[in-house]
């Protein structure tokens, strides 16, 4: 089973990595730069090489770069944009120095230009990105759905993809699925993960899915808010977990924990998922 959580990136990576054996965990997510912000600190090329031994001793990976919160593609402003094209491709270049690594971001949010201009800017920001190979695969979040959030359901995410292709036919591109916030923009994985899997792969095929965000919820299905639950604490719960972590679609892909945890609460929580799986 490949199973971590999100870790503090102030350490460095040699740091991330044992905290991660630390808690029982195999992978591990963390931010590129301040998640609030746009700084990132300058990459130190000793601490990688450490990291890509020990990581590849330890077997841990992959592991998965967040992009900031700030970035958004979707952006009306155009400096906002500039900012999101920029921290992409300055964290796509330092991933490079980490093969195997994914870089998850959540897509944008069209802020009252409508879905099809949001779409068509990020589209369009990614095909650019691309016109230099990156060894790196980017995935586009499956999100909530609250404001004017791009990928709330799964139709978005693949028309992104789509014209990301069109102009850059050599892009990796993947989704990374988060069960808070499919649960919370209206698909039922409690009773229904079979059928929301089937449809996620006609709209737009299991081969994409690279990652998964395994986070509780705070709110009903379809309440399109966002709110991250520790597993078993919420509305998706610990049986709901345990068909998701056996599923033969899902069981053999990557989950990250986001829950609203400490280190330590990291560690029961992947110890708690571990017993969820046979033997």
């Not at 870790?7 to 301040?34: D, E, K, P």
């Not at 959030?149 to 799964?154: A, K, L, W």
Request: hydrophobic share 40%; proline share 5%; charged share 25%.
């Amino acid at each position: 089973m490949k199973i971590g959580a999100h870790i503090s990136s102030s350490g460095g990576y040699l740091a991330m990595a044992r905290t991660a054996v630390s808690i029982g965990a195999n992978v591990f997510q963390f931010f590129t730069r301040n998640p609030r912000g746009g700084d990132a600190k300058a990459l130190d090329l000793d601490d990688v090489a450490a990291f890509n031994v020990f990581a590849a001793r330890e077997g841990i990976g992959p592991i998965l770069a967040h992009a900031p919160y700030t970035l958004n593609a979707a952006a009306a402003r155009p400096e906002i944009r500039e900012f999101a094209e920029n921290t992409m491709r300055d964290d796509l270049e330092r991933l490079e120095h980490t093969p195997g690594a994914m870089y998850n971001f959540h897509p944008g949010s069209h802020v009252g230009q409508g879905a099809e201009a949001g779409i068509e800017l990020i589209s369009a920001m990614l095909g650019r990105i691309w016109r230099k190979p990156y060894g790196t695969t980017v995935l586009l979040e499956t999100m909530a759905g609250k404001g004017s959030e791009i990928g709330r359901d799964f139709a978005e995410i693949r028309a992104v993809i789509d014209r990301t292709l069109a102009l850059a036919p050599d892009a990796k591109l993947g989704v990374c699925l988060d069960t808070c916030h499919v649960w919370d923009g209206g698909y039922d994985i409690v009773n229904r993960l079979d059928e929301t899997l089937e449809e996620f792969d006609r709209t737009v095929g299991l081969g994409r899915l690279k990652a998964i965000h395994l986070n509780d919820s705070m709110n009903p299905l379809g309440a399109h808010k966002d709110r991250h639950q520790k597993i078993g604490q919420g509305h998706i719960g610990v049986e709901a977990f345990r068909r998701i972590v056996n599923h033969p679609a899902l069981k053999d892909l990557p989950f990250y924990l986001e829950t609203p945890n400490d280190i330590a609460g990291y560690a029961d929580e992947i110890k708690l998922l571990k017993g969820l799986v046979p033997c």
